[in-house]
């Protein structure tokens, strides 16, 4: 069964940080790219940062470009996003998301409250 | 803020048809088309179509999406209450490089 993971969400304070990890199952982490997406409490979606399949290039939304960092262990099918300079208004459910044509594959989603 | 414009809701009754739209421009609808996301309250999305018509297996066929120029719809006949969800379109913007997304549309089946 294809399979994100997240975890890593949690209570931050404003100008805090945290780590997001996905763990991905049944197909090959490294041949496709993977996206953080965000929807906060009774919102729509909004697009965080994404990585290529080989890690080497990477994309952030404008309001966390400097803030936030994308990366993947290929070995571990894990995506990371590290997240500092925290904002209220980075609270959110934050989903792991696979790729492949359109967003076809996506986690159970990690909240992340900054308060 | 959204980067693609879809109305914030619509209203249909049952075994009626809904078209939902998806607005945005030369360099995301127009360009490579988009894809639909259906989300039912509590759960992630789930993608309808990609590539404005192409449906991945399990979707229903009550569903078709389609576009024209820079606007996309997503159609769904005979309408059922499992459908009451919000819909997202979202596309790659080539002039930003990134993905964006509609503000969605909730979808009520009256």
């Known amino acids: 069964e294809v399979q994100l993971v997240e975890s890593g969400g949690g209570l931050a304070q404003p100008g805090g940080s945290l780590r997001l990890s996905c763990v991905a199952s049944g197909f090959s982490f490294n041949n496709y790219p993977l996206h953080w997406v965000r929807q906060a409490p009774g919102k729509g979606l909004e697009y965080v940062s994404g990585?290529?399949?080989?890690?080497?290039?990477?994309y952030y939304a404008k309001s966390v470009k400097g803030r936030f960092s994308i990366s993947k262990d290929n070995s571990k099918n894990t995506l990371f996003l590290q997240m500092g300079s925290l904002r209220v208004e980075d609270m959110a459910v934050y989903y792991c998301v696979r790729e492949a044509d359109a967003f076809d594959v996506w986690g159970q989603g990690t909240m992340v409250t900054v308060s | 803020q959204a980067g693609l414009t879809q109305p914030p809701s619509v209203s249909k009754g049952l075994r009626q048809t809904a078209t939902l739209t998806c607005s945005g421009n030369?360099?995301?609808?127009?360009?490579?088309?988009v894809a639909w996301l259906q989300q039912h309250q509590g759960h992630p999305p789930k993608v309808l179509s990609y590539r404005n018509n192409n449906r991945p297996s399990g979707i229903s066929e009550r569903l078709s999406a389609s576009r024209s120029g820079n606007t996309a719809s997503l159609t769904i006949i005979g309408l059922q209450p499992e459908d009451e969800a919000d819909y997202y379109c979202s596309a790659w913007d080539s002039s930003l490089g990134a993905w964006v997304f509609g503000g969605g549309t909730k979808l009520t089946v009256l």
């Open positions: 030369i360099y995301n609808v127009g360009d490579e088309g």
């Open positions: 990585v290529s399949p080989s890690g080497a290039a990477t």
